[in-house]
């Protein structure tokens, strides 16, 4: 396998990319701000495209100052953030604004989704996939839309120059079913125009070569391949973690996520534990509203770091504890009404830390051991990311927790990981 391989990571902030040699070895990357948007709820998804070319420029100069060159890249991939979409006409023109992935609201498509699916399913609540793809067809109202595109879509397909492809990674919590291969057979029922819907392809597989139009414009050569790609966080994992099964990454930010590597598919929608298909595994995950958000409510950076210093991270806390910053659980505990526990606290905030620390290796390991009840595996190698890895005392207290040697994952740039995946 000869060639550079160049992967986009379009985030929350701005775009990334990375380039790696054939072995996987990272020599390049650059980075793009998002253009700013007057209006949050007016997304415009051509900004998106014009950051994306910024970055690549910047790419292409920090490449020939190593004396390499973006025409070298022979494979090409994205990923996005998970359920951000828009519509767009057949010359990939958006119709709509864009919707991001944490857009809320929508009562009255949650309503038709209801109406049509049977039992439990990812793709129902007001701010499902689905539901932003019916009230952005809804905003159409002259229908010219042609293809709905999720972020990561948006810009393989202007790197195409055309679109109706998406990956199994990105469409499941649009509802697609990965193990089946198809869309609910109760979709047309809601209103969906089911034209509209993408050709999926496994995550990472080669769509086609980039267009003459679009090599021309970036620099890179019209032999490179554009493949399917995944979202934000699964290209994160990636970048964290090889990709074997029992390989699994927590992530200790606001929120409490974790994330394995399974060779059976695990889905408990009313845990919010799902699984995306990665070649012949997948990846189970799975966030808890514990987390270092509670932390930082309590205690300074300054405070966490000289508290932790005082902690015997050998020795069990006594305290029982159930961190939360107002109520409601969803992993591993399905509870809305669950009550933060934070009590009683003692006079030394230090043994109050410990406590909490403690609490929250614990619901990790709880997690974990719901997706093994479930079928999935224990962790074998397990990497943390986030601002809680910096924190070694509570890495030593979640080792003991959880009965395993905890690794740091480092850099986790989501634009590392679809390079990665790209030449698997």
Request: glycine share 10%; hydrophobic share 40%.
């Amino acid at each position: 396998m000869s060639g550079l391989r160049l992967g986009i990571d379009i985030g929350t902030s701005g775009i990334r990319s990375a380039v790696l040699e054939a072995d996987g070895t990272q020599i390049s990357s650059a980075r793009a701000a998002h253009l700013p948007q007057p209006d949050p709820d007016r997304i415009d998804a051509e900004a998106w495209w014009q950051a994306t070319c910024t970055c690549l420029a910047a790419q292409g100069a920090a490449l020939a100052e190593i004396g390499r060159d973006l025409r070298e890249v022979t494979r090409i991939g994205i990923d996005g953030t998970s359920g951000t979409m828009v519509l767009t006409d057949a010359a990939l023109r958006p119709v709509t604004r864009a919707l991001m992935y944490n857009s809320t609201g929508f009562e009255a498509e949650a309503s038709r989704i209801a109406a049509a699916c049977p039992g439990s399913h990812i793709a129902k609540g007001s701010n499902s996939a689905l539901a932003r793809a019916l009230c952005l067809q809804d905003e159409d109202t002259d229908r010219r839309a042609t293809h709905l595109l999720h972020q990561a879509d948006f810009i393989a397909a202007k790197l195409l120059g055309q679109g109706g492809v998406s990956d199994e990674n990105n469409t499941l919590k649009l509802g697609y079913d990965p193990e089946t291969e198809t869309w609910p057979d109760w979709f047309a029922a809601t209103g969906l125009r089911l034209e509209l819907l993408p050709r999926v392809l496994p995550a990472g597989a080669a769509i086609d070569r980039i267009s003459g139009d679009a090599a021309a414009a970036l620099g890179l050569s019209r032999d490179a391949v554009i493949h399917a790609g995944t979202t934000d966080s699964i290209a994160a994992f990636l970048a964290a973690a090889p990709l074997v099964p029992g390989a699994a990454v927590t992530s200790l930010g606001t929120t409490l996520a974790l994330k394995i590597l399974s060779p059976n598919r695990v889905d408990a929608p009313e845990l919010g534990l799902y699984s995306h298909k990665l070649g012949d595994i997948w990846l189970v995950g799975g966030a808890s509203n514990t987390g270092g958000g509670v932390l930082a409510s309590l205690f300074s950076p300054q405070e966490l770091a000289a508290l932790s210093r005082e902690i015997d991270p050998t020795k069990q806390s006594p305290l029982d504890y159930y961190p939360l910053l107002k109520p409601g659980e969803r992993f591993p505990v399905n509870d809305p009404t669950l009550a933060p526990r934070m009590t009683p606290r003692p006079e030394d905030d230090a043994a109050f830390l410990h406590g909490l620390l403690e609490s929250i290796a614990r619901i990790e390991a709880q997690g974990y051991a719901a997706i093994a009840e479930r079928g999935g595996p224990q962790p074998s190698q397990l990497y943390t990311a986030g601002g809680g890895a910096q924190n070694p005392v509570w890495t030593q207290i979640r080792a003991r927790c959880l009965g395993l040697a905890i690794r740091d994952a480092g850099d986790c740039e989501a634009s590392v990981g679809i390079a990665r995946l790209i030449g698997a």
